[in-house]
T-cell receptor, first 112, second 114 residues
Framework: DAKTTQPPSMDCAEGRAANLPCNHS???????VYWYRQIHSQGPQYIIH???NNETNEMASLIITEDRKSSTLILPHATLRDTAVYYC?????????????FGKGTLLTVNP | GAGVSQSPRYKVAKRGQDVALRCDPI?????LFWYQQALGQGPEFLTY????????KSGLPSDRFFAERPEGSVSTLKIQRTQQEDSAVYLC????????????FGSGTRLTVV
């Protein structure tokens, strides 16, 4: 799986959009970009994933650059409950792969 | 149940003691995973079950760690002769299949070895 690089921490004001970047320059053509988050004292929670097209669901939007070397997770209206560590993971869900390789992620703090 | 349930939520063990951590996956989930999360780090893979078969145990840090899922549902992670470096949160996840968006994690068991 591709190695990903994320800033260790970010701050965001409540109600504003939170844009979390991730670099994955070594991602291969069949690897998806997955985002999970981990709220304090809970297990990781799946947010969204994409291959090359932008994706949106009820939780967030994922913007992937055309060269697929980086992506941005967007929380359009951050709330205090969005304070968490966000993990960007390169993952090939095909074949026999099943391991998620987490890095240290980005601690997003949403401030009132 | 509605989610993955892990027990106990917290465990304090004296060094050298054996511990057993339980995971109740979502009913019908074929795949089950154990991860270890040290303080300030992301979770790291320990082992993977497909039904009752343990297909991968490459992440288990030593032979003191043992996992089982005898009937393809509940799983137990056992750590023998605990050491201080075993202190961590142990997370269990289950999935209908092995796709990356299907994992549901439990809240974990925080093990502290004193």
């Amino acid at each position: 799986d591709a190695k990903t690089t994320q800033p260790p921490s970010m701050d965001c004001a409540e109600g504003r959009a939170a844009n979390l970047p991730c670099n994955h320059s070594t991602i291969s053509g069949n690897e998806y970009v997955y985002w999970y988050r981990q709220i304090h004292s809970q297990g990781p929670q799946y947010i969204i994933h994409g291959l090359k097209n932008n994706e949106t669901n009820e939780m967030a939007s994922l913007i992937i650059t055309e060269d697929r070397k980086s992506s941005t997770l967007i929380l359009p209206h951050a709330t205090l409950r969005d304070t968490a560590v966000y993990y960007c993971i390169g993952y090939n869900s095909g074949g026999s792969n099943y391991k998620l390789t987490f890095g240290k992620g980005t601690l997003l703090t949403v401030n009132p | 149940g509605a989610g993955v349930s892990q027990s106990p939520r917290y465990k304090v063990a004296k060094r050298g003691q054996d511990v057993a951590l339980r995971c109740d996956p979502i009913s019908g989930h074929v795949s089950l995973f154990w991860y270890q999360q040290a303080l300030g780090q992301g979770p790291e893979f320990l082992t993977y079950f497909q039904n009752e078969a343990q297909l991968d145990k490459s992440g288990l840090p030593s032979d003191r760690f043992f996992a089982e899922r005898p009937e393809g549902s509940v799983s137990t992670l056992k750590i023998q002769r605990t050491q201080q470096e075993d202190s961590a949160v142990y997370l269990c996840a289950s999935s209908v299949s092995q796709g990356g968006n299907g994992y549901t994690f439990g809240s974990g068991t925080r093990l502290t070895v004193v």
